[in-house]
Every structure is written in structure tokens, then in C-alpha cells.
């Protein structure tokens, strides 16, 4: 399973994910990943949306963990669900 943190995203992200792909296919290994949650910075949440909307439909995965769906505050899109956020957890 692949997974980078939220700090890694940037827009080479896919390229990367691209060549981790083929070569773990090259050997026979299932390629699982997960997508990354929201940002409050706009700029980088524009470049995560389009990170994750490549994972969940690009097809070049055996399997996809939708963390970000899982943990995605619906009713303040750009927050966590509040029992996942640590800041809200921990105060």
C-alpha cells in the first residue's frame, strides 16, 4: 500500500506514483493506495483534489483506500471530521 502524507503533495505527485506503479508491477506486487485528506491552504487543496481524483479513477491500482472520504467533514469541506482532527481531539 502507498501512501504519502499530506506534506508530500505537490504537483509531481502522480509522476512518481506512475513509475512506483510499473515497477512493482514489473515484479508481480499488488499496488494498493490511499488517497490524502483536505487542506486549508487553497492552492494545495486544488492540487490534492486533483491527486486524489486521479487515484480513485485512473485505474492503475489494485485497490484504493479512500481515507479522504472516510475522514471528510461534509458539512465544512475544507476541515476533518471532528473525531478524526487531533486539534480538536487533543484540546
Do not use: K
Not at 508530500?8 to 499488488?30: C, D, K
Not at 499496488?31 to 491527486?51: G, I
Amino acid at each position: 500500500m502507498v501512501y504519502e502524507g499530506v506534506n508530500n503533495i505537490g504537483t509531481r505527485l502522480i509522476a512518481a506514483i506512475e513509475q512506483m506503479i510499473t515497477r512493482m508491477q514489473a515484479f508481480g506486487i499488488p499496488v494498493f493506495r490511499c488517497t490524502s485528506q483536505t487542506y486549508t491552504n487553497a492552492e494545495r487543496d486544488r492540487t490534492h483534489q486533483n491527486v486524489n481524483a486521479w487515484i480513485r479513477s485512473s485505474g492503475r491500482f489494485d485497490g484504493v483506500v479512500d481515507f479522504d472520504a472516510a475522514v471528510w467533514n461534509s458539512s465544512q469541506p475544507d476541515m476533518l471530521r471532528t473525531e478524526y482532527d487531533s486539534a480538536t481531539i487533543c484540546t
